[in-house]
């Protein structure tokens, strides 16, 4: 019985502890994301890489930057150019991941997308690693803006007002 019960606390202890969705910030709130210029999808990537206002591949990417990948719910096999798309952000979370000895993590905002037109994407999950040893509030906000966001993005997708 004691063994049964501790067997519940702890798979209790890790479904509390999971990645559950939290309230979407009020700079998110009925937004949605719009291709506002044509991206081009290499042939079997499920994702697009931004930073600096620039679409980068994996090896040119700073962690310590600021970067966001689109993600898409399937692989092409061959190179797309995605020319219109609008999604909704339908969810929010935050977490960090990745975390080191010395003191750093990757902290993760990760934007459920509901595609209203466009190629069905999952989300947009947007990075940025934090320094523990010198962390402070104002430099590592444990969310980003929606400015920091489309800076990382750049000209090519926007936020736009929705209705829905």
Not at 28 to 48: C, H, N, R, T
Not at 82 to 93: A, Q, R
Request: hydrophobic content about 35%; some cysteine.
């Amino acid at each position: 019985m004691i063994r049964l019960t501790l067997i519940f606390v702890a798979i209790s202890s890790l479904i509390a502890c999971s990645n559950t969705g939290r309230p979407i910030p009020a700079d998110f709130s009925s937004q949605s994301l719009v291709l506002s210029k044509p991206i081009e999808v290499p042939a079997d990537a499920g994702s697009v890489l931004f930073q600096n206002g620039a679409i980068i591949n994996r090896s040119n990417l700073s962690i310590w930057e600021n970067h966001c990948f689109f993600r898409f719910k399937e692989l092409a096999s061959d190179s797309v150019t995605l020319s219109e798309g609008e999604y909704l952000i339908s969810g929010f979370n935050y977490f960090d991941e990745f975390c080191d000895r010395r003191g750093s993590c990757d902290r993760v905002n990760r934007y459920d997308l509901k595609t209203v037109s466009g190629r069905e994407a999952i989300d947009l999950t947007c990075k940025y690693r934090i320094d523990f040893s010198t962390w402070n509030a104002e430099n590592n906000p444990v969310i980003l803006s929606r400015e920091q966001v489309q800076k990382t993005l750049g000209d090519w997708i926007k936020f736009s007002e929705t209705s829905q």
